[in-house]
């Protein structure tokens, strides 16, 4: 079946400096790359949309210079949480998406600290 | 715009109970709908998916969920529960192609 890797798992950083997220889809090519946040005891919300070679499309109220989404290739998207604040610790899920059968493939998260 | 509504934040049954987990959708086109679980401190785990065709759709897990137009619904089941079962379910809708819209989750609970 469809797998999406997504690494780190978990990351612990300093407050004020950057962590990349990376999601890779392993034996598909993802036509569109989602990105969620869900803080604790709370559900997905989504954050953007990327489209391979394109800008991602943010949600209203999320940062686009502060949380900058790349997505250079079909299998390849990157979220970079930058300047990372205390309030920016959360889970963050990306979600690949293929026409077909595979749909819709989630990663298994990273789990942010920012201390 | 698409939204999820799921009544219940938490629910509670016993093993071996009937576990209902109710979800309601608003959608202006033919909606695709889910329903994932999700284990503490991980990733999701999709249970089923309505696209199209049959309304009563079967999943993993002894899951299933029934697409009611009528009703706007998509309630999930399992006829009986097991202490694994225990964990927080997320409803979501989808135009196809687009990113799914989360419900705010339910919490199941099963005692012994």
């Known amino acids: 079946g469809a797998v999406v890797s997504q690494h780190p798992s978990w990351v612990i950083c300093k407050s004020g400096t950057s962590v990349k997220i990376e999601c890779r889809s392993l034996?598909?090519?993802?036509?569109?790359m989602f990105w969620y946040r869900q803080f604790p005891k709370q559900s997905l919300m989504l954050m953007a949309t990327?489209?391979?070679?394109?800008?991602?499309?943010?949600e209203q109220g999320v940062e686009k210079d502060k949380f900058l989404i790349n997505h250079a290739s079909l299998t390849l998207s990157t979220l970079t949480v930058t300047s990372a604040h205390p309030e920016d610790s959360s889970f963050y899920i990306c979600s690949a998406y293929t026409t077909g059968s595979h749909g819709y493939t989630f990663g298994s998260g990273t789990r942010l600290t920012v201390v | 715009a698409q939204s999820v509504t799921q009544l219940g934040s938490h629910v509670s049954v016993s093993e071996g109970a009937l576990v209902l987990l109710r979800c309601n959708y608003s959608?202006?086109?033919?909606?695709?709908l889910f329903w994932y679980v999700q284990y503490p401190n991980q990733g999701l785990q999709l249970l089923l998916k309505?696209?199209?065709?049959?309304?009563l759709v079967k999943g993993i897990n002894g899951f299933e969920a029934e697409f009611k137009k009528s009703e706007t619904s998509f309630h999930l089941t399992k006829p009986s529960a097991h202490m694994s079962d225990a964990a927080e379910y997320f409803c979501a809708v989808s135009d196809a192609g687009t990113a799914l819209i989360f419900g705010k989750g339910t919490t199941l609970s099963v005692s012994s």
């Open positions: 309505y696209t199209t065709g049959a309304t």
């Open positions: 990327s489209n391979e070679g394109s800008k991602a499309t943010y």
């Open positions: 959608s202006s086109v033919p909606p695709y």
């Open positions: 034996d598909f090519q993802a036509t569109t």
